[in-house]
């Protein structure tokens, strides 16, 4: 299984991007778990956002819990991040990750078994 991320690049405080993941390789990709997770300059990696195999549930992190939203087109093999209302914080690279449906924590990177290379998201003030 390949992610793929784009979507990254720079704006200004109070913009908006939306990041891509498109999926490939082995299995449906409407069997699995979808997150995003990033990691800023000298920080570890934090969830950001993840969304159920079904679509039906969704979860985000505290600090971008109304700004951001995450979808998916099963379709197109593709989940999204909506990121509204950036701030200079956001600045991180973000990354795409999948799981085969499971009732695991969704908040752990360890429990995400493929990874996208990472895109990067520079909010300027």
């Known amino acids: 299984v390949q992610l793929q991320a784009s979507g990254g690049g720079l704006v200004e405080d109070g913009g908006s991007l939306r990041l891509s993941c498109a999926v490939s390789?082995?299995?449906?990709?409407?069997?699995?778990?979808m997150g995003w997770f990033r990691q800023a300059p000298g920080k570890e990696r934090e969830f950001v956002a993840a969304?159920?195999?079904?679509?039906?549930?969704?979860y985000y992190a505290d600090s971008v819990k109304g700004r951001f939203t995450i979808s998916r087109d099963n379709a197109k093999n593709t989940v999204y991040l909506q990121m509204n209302s950036l701030k200079p914080e956001d600045t991180a690279v973000y990354y795409c990750?999948?799981?085969?449906?499971?009732?695991?924590?969704?908040?752990?990177?360890?429990?995400?078994?493929?990874w996208g290379q990472g895109t990067l998201v520079t909010v300027s003030s």
């Open positions: 390789g082995r299995g449906f990709f409407s069997m699995y778990d």
């Open positions: 969304g159920s195999a079904s679509g039906r549930n969704t």
């Open positions: 990750a999948a799981r085969w449906q499971s009732s695991g924590n969704y908040y752990l990177a360890d429990q995400y078994t493929y």
